[in-house]
């Protein structure tokens, strides 16, 4: 295969229309007659609905409906189901609309349709809701307390699953017989995603032909689909389109069925006319799905020589007031089996209580539990270090897996296929310029200013996944990608993904392999997504997947397009098909390059069978579905330099450098991209972000005044490298690179505040790191 | 009710009526149907919906149509001049200055205000400028070097 595209930094292909304002977001859609829906939402934590009247609100001029949950429910309508089952979990109702009770802020206990969005958000403020406030818990810890308040009957304890992996008698025996300990208790904070799309939903019904269409702001619009019809509303799944357009980032945050398009769709054949709804930001506080959320005790055991005996992790995590489509996997299967990190660990036991609280559901957020894992491990590889006396690079190196211990099994389900961490470690190294830094590091010190160096070597898990395995662990679906390959008669080519691009750059990336695979321009390839009406059923993107397992689905479908084409070929050519190759774009027979036929005229002679092979079906298009063989391990090494002001407690970030490897890189412009995005995540959870409730579980930060998300003048410029060490499982060697900056910046980040803090005898302060906590921390230790 | 309004809109004059607590954001998507602005929050904090108004950045989520009544209005779909990209639009477009391309329209015309008052901004000035628009695909650091790339280019045409 002439690589002409692969590898190559190419300008995007889809920003023409985003850079001139023609971008199409689903809020930008419009339909004939369309109404507008407002959401009427609990101001309460936890209240018992007593009545709800409707009356002032239809009077309302240009009000067209109002329905409630119970209006919902009496139709037919389901609970939203979940996608991931936990044996033992409970699982309790979760309705679109309150019917009895709402259990978290935000909860949805009326809609409200009116012909344009501003007199339906009028009359939304006229239902009349009469609530029987009750005692409510926001914190996951408070919730497993004896006496807090239950959020669900099927749970009165509050616990929705309890997990474990690794060994526990073996770990306690490694801890029993360790040189050293280290102990920390982490607080991994609630985050929210905030995509700056808001959620959209448009839906319209057709009742002459008793079919729906939905446009949703969905990061794979056929798990919409499947869900909804399946579970939720009872439509045959034929009936329903589901079409997820442009849309303005993800993050995981529109991966999950939520109540929102589940109403409007519900609604249209109720009204008989189309119905939209577009999140106001404060709305995407309250109702998309949050992040992390884990109270967390960890510890580290090392022997003598300072190498890793074992690991011991407790987290309680909260899962908010109702289960998501995903949520039970994001703190067991994809945290729990991270822990090894890039480190021999001879043993690990994790336990994880699942708790139900007052709070908007969490769910995935960028990295997903990986994040999680590595902010645990590489805390504790530092805390170890800094224990030791010993450099914490240098401790990393010791207790790294070492490259001829591939494929390495993990004490936590997880088989490594591949690594070679020392390397990134030491580029990165190299490129911070690590003794001089550590020199100058002691000589500031000395003159009263404090900076801080903070790694982070993380491993990642992405690229999901292999459906037999997730379905014994309790995927209720596979984790394949589709791919349709239609070549058309001139030899231009349509790709329909399973995959979804929400900002990944995936019309360009994906149209680099098929241009190179076919030997065709690329301005021959068009790739099209997101529309359940023509694109075969996909699973989308989430989990750093869609290079890894759709591009692979791609590539079988191009492979299945090439053994077609040679055969028709070798007809033309009057040779044998094993004597025929292909090259540029070009079948000749083997020795002959210059006789030969080219891709388009083998495509047209496919749609003529004219003069065509006995027995061959015409046309040229070949469809597949990939099921990887195992997730793939991206893996890197994250330096970050910071400099501490004692007197304000402001952390500016002084460099950041990061070394990843993802394995073979389609576009290294969006690869970069994809890694600057995620560290700016990670170092939003560190310094910045943070859910805040109450103790009557009210969000406080719910709006972006309240809510700090990192600005242009909060970060620095990065410095992006990389390692390259194939993906051994996939025909393409790629890896995953959209999480990985998240996953590794927020510890990177912390370590080297910490690094800074050091002179003053501070071990750990709970992120974010912000200058009233470190302020507040200093002066504690300055008084003690 | 309702209140007449004339706004010119990247070079077209549009005479029309509305209510007037109508947002100018509004009345650019949903009146005008140029949806290439958008909105991304409730408080004028995220810059997704910045526009020119009589050449000066405003959030129009944060501006009456009213208030907007007499003035010109250019949005990201009035940027391109006979189908030339502006520089900025260039350099957006060369950087990977954008990736799901919801906050590129703000963005865009946020920087194009900073570089009118200042022609060669420091990367530190770029940031500062930028501080009231969000993206959270990029980390800004190709921002950054988007914006550098048009002020150069727009040195080097002036």
Same mark, same amino acid.
């Given at each position: 295969?002439?690589?002409r595209y692969?590898g190559v930094?190419?300008?995007?292909?889809?920003?023409?229309?985003?850079?001139t304002?023609?971008?199409?977001?689903?809020?930008?859609l419009?339909?004939p007659?369309?109404?507008?829906?407002?959401?009427?939402?609990?101001?309460?934590a936890h209240?018992?609905i007593k009545?709800?009247?409707?009356?002032?609100?239809?009077q309302?001029?240009?009000?067209?409906?109002?329905?409630t949950?119970k209006? &919902?429910?009496?139709?037919?309508?389901?609970s939203?189901?979940?996608?991931?089952l936990l044996?033992?979990?409970?699982?309790?109702?979760?309705?679109?609309?309150?019917?009895?009770?709402?259990?978290?802020v935000?909860e949805?206990?009326?809609?409200?349709i009116?012909?344009?969005?501003?007199?339906?958000?009028?009359?939304a403020?006229l239902?009349e809701?009469?609530?029987?406030?009750l005692?409510a818990?926001?914190?996951?810890a %408070?919730?497993?307390?004896?006496?807090?308040?239950?959020?669900?009957?099927?749970?009165?304890?509050?616990v929705?699953?309890?997990?474990s992996?690794?060994?526990?008698e073996?770990?306690?025996?490694a801890?029993? @017989?360790?040189?050293?300990?280290v102990?920390?208790e982490?607080?991994?904070?609630?985050?929210?995603?905030?995509?700056?799309?808001p959620r959209?939903? &448009?839906?319209?019904?057709?009742?002459a032909?008793?079919e729906?269409?939905l446009?949703?702001?969905?990061q794979?619009?056929?798990?919409?689909?499947?869900? &909804?019809?399946?579970?939720?509303?009872?439509?045959?799944e034929h009936?329903?389109?589901?079409?997820?357009?442009?849309?303005?980032?993800?993050?995981?945050?529109?991966?999950?069925?939520?109540p929102?398009?589940?109403?409007?769709?519900?609604?249209a054949?109720?009204v008989? @006319?189309?119905?939209k709804?577009?999140?106001r930001?404060?709305e995407?506080?309250?109702?998309?799905?949050?992040?992390?959320?884990?109270?967390?005790?960890?510890?580290?055991?090392v022997?003598?020589?300072g190498?890793?005996?074992g690991?011991?992790?407790?987290?309680?995590?909260?899962?908010g007031?109702?289960?998501?489509?995903?949520?039970?996997?994001?703190?067991?299967?994809l945290?729990?089996?991270l822990?090894?990190?890039q480190y021999?660990?001879p043993t690990?036991?994790?336990?994880?209580t699942?708790v139900?609280t007052?709070?908007?559901p969490?769910?995935?957020?960028?990295g997903?539990g990986?994040p999680?894992?590595?902010?645990?491990?590489?805390?504790l590889m530092?805390?170890?270090?800094?224990?030791?006396?010993?450099?914490p690079?240098?401790?990393r @190196?010791k207790n790294?897996?070492?490259?001829?211990k591939f494929?390495?099994q993990?004490?936590?389900?997880l088989q490594?296929?591949?690594?070679?961490?020392?390397?990134?470690?030491?580029?990165?190294l190299?490129a911070?310029?690590?003794?001089?830094l550590r020199?100058?590091?002691?000589?500031l010190?000395?003159?009263?200013?404090?900076?801080?160096?903070?790694?982070?070597?993380?491993?990642?898990?992405?690229?999901?996944?292999?459906?037999?395995?997730?379905?014994?662990?309790g995927?209720q679906?596979g984790l394949w990608?589709?791919?349709?390959?239609?070549?058309?008669?001139?030899? %231009?080519?349509?790709?329909?993904?399973?995959?979804?691009?929400?900002?990944?750059?995936?019309?360009?990336?994906?149209a680099?392999?098929?241009?190179?695979?076919?030997?065709?321009?690329?301005?021959?390839?068009e790739?099209?997504?997101g529309d359940t009406?023509?694109?075969?059923?996909g &699973?989308?993107?989430?989990g750093?997947?869609s290079?890894?397992?759709?591009?692979?689905?791609?590539?079988l479908?191009l492979?299945?397009?090439?053994?077609?084409?040679?055969?028709?070929?070798?007809?033309?050519?009057?040779?044998?098909?094993?004597?025929v190759?292909?090259?540029?774009?070009?079948?000749?027979?083997?020795?002959?390059p210059?006789?030969f036929?080219?891709?388009?005229e083998v495509?047209?002679q496919?749609y003529l069978?004219h003069?065509?092979?006995?027995?061959?079906?015409?046309g040229?298009?070949?469809?597949s579905?990939y099921?990887?063989k195992?997730?793939t391990f991206?893996?890197?090494?994250?330096?970050?330099?910071?400099?501490?002001?004692?007197?304000t407690?402001?952390?500016k970030?002084?460099r950041?450098?990061?070394?990843?490897?993802a394995?073979?890189?389609?576009?290294?412009?969006?690869?970069?991209?994809?890694?600057?995005?995620?560290?700016a995540?990670g170092?939003?959870?560190?310094?910045l972000?943070?859910?805040i409730y109450?103790?009557?579980?009210?969000?406080l930060?719910?709006?972006?005044?309240?809510?700090?998300l990192?600005?242009?003048?909060?970060?620095?410029?990065?410095?992006?490298?990389?390692?390259?060490?194939?993906c051994?499982?996939?025909?393409?060697?790629?890896?995953?690179?959209?999480?990985?900056?998240?996953?590794?910046?927020t510890?990177?980040?912390?370590?080297?505040?910490?690094?800074?803090?050091?002179?003053?005898g501070?071990?750990h302060?709970d992120m974010p790191l912000?200058?009233?906590?470190?302020w507040r921390?200093?002066?504690?230790?300055?008084?003690? | 009710?309702?209140?007449p309004?004339?706004?010119?809109?990247?070079?077209?004059?549009y005479?029309?009526?509305v209510?007037?607590?109508?947002? *100018?954001?509004?009345? *650019?998507?949903e009146?005008l149907?140029l949806?290439?602005?958008?909105?991304?929050?409730?408080t004028?904090?995220?810059?997704?919906?910045v526009? $020119?108004?009589?050449?000066?950045a405003?959030?129009?989520?944060?501006?009456f149509?009213?208030?907007?009544?007499?003035a010109?209005?250019?949005?990201i779909?009035?940027?391109?001049?006979?189908?030339?990209l502006h520089? $900025?639009?260039?350099?957006?477009?060369e950087?990977?200055? *954008?990736?799901?391309g919801?906050?590129?329209?703000?963005?865009?015309l946020?920087?194009?205000?900073l570089?009118?008052?200042?022609?060669?901004?420091?990367d530190e000035?770029?940031?500062h400028? *930028?501080?009231?628009?969000?993206?959270?695909?990029?980390?800004?650091?190709?921002i950054v070097r988007?914006v550098?790339?048009?002020a150069?280019?727009?040195r080097?045409?002036?």
């Open positions: 295969m002439a690589t692969f930094a190419m300008k995007r292909r889809e920003d023409p229309r985003f850079i304002g023609r971008g199409t977001y689903v809020d930008d419009t339909l007659g369309l109404v507008y829906a407002a959401m009427v939402r609990s101001p309460h209240a018992r009545a709800i009247h409707k009356e002032k609100a239809l309302h001029p240009g009000v067209i409906a109002v329905f949950g209006d &919902m429910v009496e139709s037919g309508v389901k939203l189901p979940c996608g991931w044996p033992g979990m409970k699982l309790p109702p979760h309705y679109p609309m309150a019917v009895d009770k709402v259990r978290h935000g949805i206990v009326a809609v409200v009116a012909q344009d969005r501003y007199t339906a958000e009028d009359a403020e239902v809701v009469e609530y029987e406030p005692p818990v926001a914190d996951g %408070k919730a497993l307390q004896p006496g807090a308040p239950a959020v669900h009957d099927e749970a009165p304890d509050n929705c699953f309890r997990w992996i690794g060994d526990r073996k770990t306690d025996e801890f029993r @017989r360790a040189h050293r300990t102990k920390v982490l607080v991994n904070q609630r985050l929210i995603p905030n995509a700056i799309e959209a939903a &448009m839906a319209q019904y057709n009742p032909t008793d729906y269409t446009w949703v702001t969905s794979n619009p056929h798990v919409h689909r499947l869900l &909804m019809a399946a579970f939720v509303l009872g439509i045959p009936k329903l389109r589901v079409i997820s357009p442009d849309v303005g980032g993800g993050f995981g945050s529109k991966i999950f069925l939520y929102e398009e589940t109403i409007v769709t519900w609604a054949k109720q008989g @006319r189309p119905v709804w577009t999140a930001r404060r995407s506080f309250v109702s998309d799905a949050h992040g992390r959320d884990h109270i967390t005790e960890a510890e580290l055991a022997d003598e020589k190498k890793i005996l690991m011991r992790v407790k987290t309680i995590a909260n899962l007031a109702y289960l998501s489509t995903f949520a039970p996997a994001i703190p067991t299967y945290y729990g089996t822990l090894s990190g021999e660990i690990i036991y994790c336990e994880v699942g139900f007052h709070t908007t969490v769910d995935a957020y960028r997903a990986r999680e894992a590595t902010y645990v491990v590489e805390r530092d805390l170890m270090a800094r224990e030791l006396g010993e450099d690079a240098e401790f @190196r790294f897996i070492p490259p001829d494929p390495y993990t004490p936590v389900a490594y296929d591949s690594g070679n961490y020392e390397g990134a470690l030491n580029k990165a190299e911070i310029n690590y003794k001089e020199r100058r590091q002691e000589e010190r000395k003159q009263g200013r404090y900076i801080g160096i903070g790694f982070s070597c993380y491993i990642e898990a992405c690229g999901i996944a292999p459906s037999q395995v997730v379905g014994s662990l995927a679906a990608e589709s791919a349709l390959v239609r070549v058309h008669p001139t030899g %231009k080519v349509t790709v329909y993904t399973g995959s979804h691009t929400h900002g990944q750059g995936h019309e360009t990336a994906f680099q392999i098929v241009a190179d695979e076919l030997g065709i321009p690329i301005e021959d390839v790739i099209v997504h009406g023509s694109v075969p059923f &699973m989308g993107t989430y750093s997947r290079a890894p397992v759709g591009g692979s689905a791609i590539v479908s492979q299945k397009i090439k053994e077609k084409a040679r055969k028709i070929a070798a007809h033309l050519l009057e040779a044998a098909e094993e004597d190759v292909f090259e540029d774009g070009k079948f000749y027979v083997k020795g002959v210059d006789r036929k080219t891709f388009q495509a047209l496919a069978a003069n065509y092979p006995p027995g061959l079906e015409p040229l298009e070949a469809s579905f099921d990887p195992n997730f991206p893996f890197g090494t994250h330096i970050c330099v910071v400099e501490v002001d004692p007197e407690g402001k952390v970030i002084l950041y450098v990061a070394v990843d490897d394995g073979r890189i389609i576009n290294p412009l969006i690869a970069e991209g994809q890694v600057h995005g995620g560290i995540q170092i939003g959870q560190a310094l972000e943070g859910a109450d103790e009557n579980a009210q969000l930060s719910a709006s972006l005044l309240d809510y700090a990192p600005r242009a003048d909060d970060l620095p410029a990065f410095e992006i490298d990389h390692t390259v060490t194939p051994p499982h996939n025909p393409l060697g790629v890896k995953g690179i959209g999480e990985t900056g998240t996953i590794a910046a510890a990177a980040t912390v370590n080297a505040v910490m690094d800074a803090l050091a002179p003053f501070i071990r302060i912000t200058p009233e906590k470190i921390a200093i002066q504690a230790a300055r008084a003690a | 009710m309702k209140v309004v004339t706004v010119t809109v990247n070079g077209q004059v005479q029309r009526e209510e007037p607590r109508m947002l *100018l954001v509004h009345f *650019l998507r009146v149907g949806t290439g602005t958008h909105v991304g929050c409730d004028s904090q995220c810059g997704a919906c526009v $020119l108004m009589d050449g000066k405003v959030k129009s989520c944060t501006v149509a009213v208030q907007a009544d007499g010109q209005i250019t949005t779909e009035g940027l391109a001049r006979n189908g030339q520089p $900025l639009q260039e350099g957006f477009w950087m990977h200055g *954008l990736q799901c919801f906050c590129t329209p703000g963005m865009i946020a920087a194009y205000d570089l009118q008052r200042n022609p060669n901004p420091t000035e770029i940031r400028a *930028l501080e009231g628009n969000y993206c959270r695909c990029t980390g800004y650091h190709n988007a550098r790339y048009a150069e280019k727009l080097v045409q002036a």
